[in-house]
């Protein structure tokens, strides 16, 4: 079997955004950026599973500016065989992702498509449901545990209500929770060797694909910021604050 | 112009998010149809028609809708979908789910998770957990929309008397089959309409001693929120994270308990009313958004509250 993972490079999730002053989005420049944390999961679910045996390929995609490449080398370094970087040097919403994200499924025929349940930086969740309705395929979306069997994989998804399991036929594409996995750190030798590794390299422009966004981004704003509290000496001092001043009890 | 809004029930009952969503609905444009999918779910259609802001139900009985699969009901969504302008679903796992494949199948780029309606095609979303709000404007001729439910108020229930008219299923691609569900079960108010939410972290230091909160919600009548941090390391079920990558609360109040405040907890709370912070540690993040502050260890604090909470007799249920 083969899987492709979806990676995306992210601002960092310790990093304190900025938001410009003209409203035109947030601070990039100088800033950390590192891959999309349940993407992490992502690659390592897909690592693991070659390391059992059941997978024989493991394809890291990024889709973005030439930097999108670090997060493939560290996919490949924690185990994936091959890279594949579509290079994308202004933004793409989740349905033009997808749209890519098709085109190269349709090349490497993958039997699953693993991606994070989310970006931290867009929180959209669309892309890998997205992906799947336009594969006509199937979808785990949430994942917090994958049993893979011959035709079908069997998942745990972590929904509003507390946990459900769902089968689903393969090819399937599915959707990464943190609590899926523990993600490894790379070795200094595999980040050597994933240096050898294969990377292939395409230009969005070129897939013949439709790729003008729909959403127009007005401005970006700051959120209003709560005013600093108080703080009380002690237990009995909170409750006749919360009762007297703030009448919520 | 009108809405198409998908219902989210469990076949007896309405899920309280859905009115929500219908009140969102409602300020993009007043003609709000709503779509009742699943098994034997006659009840959840009346229950829909009383309520006041719905215009029409439309009711698809299907065993093929019984458990939500995306599969199913997405194809279902995207064909009843041609006569609308606005396609609308709660942001939780419901909405999140299967609202993305119904997009694509439009070739539309939906707009996720918004918090305000500025006009029909104007909305407000957070982004990077909400450390900055973005206004989008969508120009895509048909829109699908997921709203942050607790960023609106619920619709009236009842007063209404909405016509119900049957639609007939559509055909399902048989690629997905649902298992189980584990629904974690308690007599506690439900953690994202709860007034009083009360929120452990990994202070706690683990499972057993997440009873000094749940004492504290049981007398509050409150909810059971915690950290990932106490998730993960299996002190309390998956459900009552709250977060960026949890759930979005806005309650009256908010106590955080042993939590330190990382921007991925704020996400999922901030825009509480009130805001506790009970923690040890005076430089915690946690104290700079509390309206309340209290510096101690949680240990003695807890125990204490609770006896402060029996003195008074104004608790509300
Ligand atoms: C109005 C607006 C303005 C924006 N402006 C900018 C901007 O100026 N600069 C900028 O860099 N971005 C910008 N973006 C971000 C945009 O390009 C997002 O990357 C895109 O919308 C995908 O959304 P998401 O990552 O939140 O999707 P999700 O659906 O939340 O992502 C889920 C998963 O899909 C996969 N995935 C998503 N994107 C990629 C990718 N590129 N490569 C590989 N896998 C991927 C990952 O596995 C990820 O975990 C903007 C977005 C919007 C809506
Ligand atoms: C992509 C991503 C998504 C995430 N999503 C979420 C999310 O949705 N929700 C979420 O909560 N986190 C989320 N996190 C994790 C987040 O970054 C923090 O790690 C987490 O919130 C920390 O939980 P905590 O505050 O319980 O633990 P800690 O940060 O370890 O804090 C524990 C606190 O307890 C205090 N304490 C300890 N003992 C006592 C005592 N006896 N009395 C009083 N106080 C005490 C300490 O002073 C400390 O402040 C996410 C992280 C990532 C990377």
Redesign the interface.
């Known amino acids: 079997m083969k899987i492709l993972v979806a990676v995306k490079r992210v601002i960092d999730y310790n990093v304190q955004i900025r938001v410009k002053e003209d409203g035109s989005g947030v601070h990039t420049d100088n800033v950390k950026m590192s891959t999309n944390p349940p993407d992490d999961n992502a690659v390592e679910e897909s690592v693991k599973l070659k390391e059992s045996g059941k997978v024989k390929e493991v394809v890291a995609i990024s889709i973005g500016e030439d930097k999108a490449q670090e997060s493939i080398r560290k996919a490949l370094a924690i185990g994936a065989d091959k890279g594949i970087h579509v290079k994308a040097d202004s933004y793409i919403e989740p349905l033009g992702i997808a749209k890519i994200l098709k085109k190269i499924v349709e090349k490497e025929k993958p039997d699953m498509v693993f991606l994070g349940k989310q970006a931290i930086d867009d929180d959209c969740n669309q892309t890998g449901q997205m992906l799947a309705a336009m594969l006509k395929w199937p979808q785990a979306t949430f994942t917090s545990k994958v049993n893979l069997k011959d035709k079908s994989v069997e998942i745990v998804r972590e929904i509003d209500e507390g946990l459900e399991t769902i089968e689903v036929n393969l090819p399937a594409v599915v959707s990464c929770d943190l609590r899926l996995n523990e993600p490894r750190f790379a070795s200094l030798p595999n980040i050597m060797k994933a240096k050898k590794k294969p990377m292939e390299q395409l230009n969005a422009k070129d897939l013949g694909l439709d790729l003008t966004n729909r959403i127009q981004q007005i401005k970006v704003e700051e959120p209003p910021r709560r005013k600093a509290g108080i703080k009380v000496a002690n237990v009995a001092e909170l409750v006749s604050k919360l009762k007297n001043e703030a009448k919520v009890l | 112009m009108s809405v198409l809004l998908i219902a989210e029930h469990d076949n007896t009952k309405l899920k309280p998010f859905t009115l929500n969503a219908i009140f969102a609905a409602s300020k993009i444009d007043g003609e709000v149809h709503v779509l009742v999918a699943g098994t034997n779910c006659e009840n959840v259609t009346k229950e829909v028609a009383s309520i006041p802001l719905v215009k029409k139900v439309l009711w698809c009985e299907s065993p093929n809708y019984q458990n939500y ?3 199913n009901l ?1 194809p279902l969504v995207t064909k009843t979908a041609e006569k609308y302008d606005h396609i609308v679903a709660s ?4 909405g ?10 439009l ?7 918004i918090i305000k309606v500025s006009s029909p095609d ?1 909305f407000v979303r ?15 001729k048909k829109k699908c929309v997921t709203i942050r439910p607790t960023s609106f108020e619920p619709a009236e229930k009842t007063g209404g008397s909405a016509q119900v008219e049957k639609i007939e299923p559509v055909d399902v ?1 048989n ?10 079960k308690s007599e506690r108010p439900e953690l ?1 309409t709860a007034r ?1 939410v009360v929120s452990g972290g990994r202070g706690l230091e683990s499972g057993e001693n997440f009873k000094l909160i749940t004492d504290i919600a049981d007398k ?1 009548n409150a909810a059971v929120g915690a950290s ?1 941090a106490a ?2 390391a299996g002190y309390i ?3 009552h994270q709250v977060g ?2 949890g ?1 979005v609360v806005v309650p ?2 908010y106590i955080a308990v042993g939590i330190s405040g990382a ?2 907890h704020l996400a999922g709370m ?1 825009e509480s ?4 912070a009970i923690n040890k540690d ?1 430089e915690a993040p946690i ?10 260890d949680l240990f003695k ?1 807890l125990p ?2 609770l006896a ?2 029996n003195k ?1 007799n ?2 509300q249920k």
């Open positions: 699969l995306p599969e997405a942001a939780n796992t419901f999140k789910n299967f609202m993305p494949r119904v997009a694509a199948a070739d539309i780029s939906q707009v996720s998770d104007t957070p982004i990077y957990a909400g450390n900055a709000f973005a206004t989008v404007k969508s120009n895509d691609p690629i997905s089959k649902f298992i189980k569900r584990e629904e974690t994202g009083i509050l990932r998730v993960d079920s998956n459900d960026q990558t759930k009256d109040l921007i991925q901030k009313k009130i805001i506790v005076g104290f700079n958004i509390a309206d309340y502050g209290l510096e101690a604090a204490e509250f402060e909470l008074l104004t608790i």
